[in-house]
């Protein structure tokens, strides 16, 4: 199965994002969802049609605190995250593994928009028929 996905990082550096198997994917759909589950989501304090606008209330600021801290934390997340990482590849040579991250700070600096891109597409041949990612 091909659908390898190329992004430019905010460092200007490339990510070529691979297809994980089913069983990686649904481990970390189960785990942020484990992880998010004690999330609080208050739906008269967030305005979900205006929940990306430039001016966020103080509810949507801690709904938003809540979710990043949440999953920031989980130790589990982040080993899920490095199996993802398997099928990545970072400056179009270099594997994305903890290795990479302790040697190269500029890979540092884009670590959370690797986790992220990585998350996303992934989680998103599951949600494709329900959500837009």
Not at 35 to 42: A, F, M, T
Request: proline content about 1%.
């Amino acid at each position: 199965m091909s659908g390898n996905k190329k992004i430019i990082l905010p460092s200007g550096k490339e990510l070529e994002i691979g297809i994980v198997s089913f069983s990686v994917g649904m481990k970390l759909f189960k785990t942020i969802a484990k992880e998010l589950k004690n999330v609080k989501i208050d739906a008269k304090n967030v305005d979900f049609e205006k929940m990306f606008d430039k001016d966020l209330s103080g509810e949507q600021i801690n709904f938003f605190k809540d979710i990043f801290a949440t999953l920031v934390a989980s130790e589990e997340l982040e080993n899920i995250l490095f199996e993802c990482f398997k099928k990545c590849v970072y400056d179009k040579t270099k594997r994305v593994d903890r290795d990479l991250f302790d040697n190269d700070l500029e890979a540092r600096a884009d670590f959370l928009s690797i986790c992220w891109e990585v998350a996303k597409y992934n989680l998103s041949f599951f949600l494709k028929n329900h959500f837009t990612l």
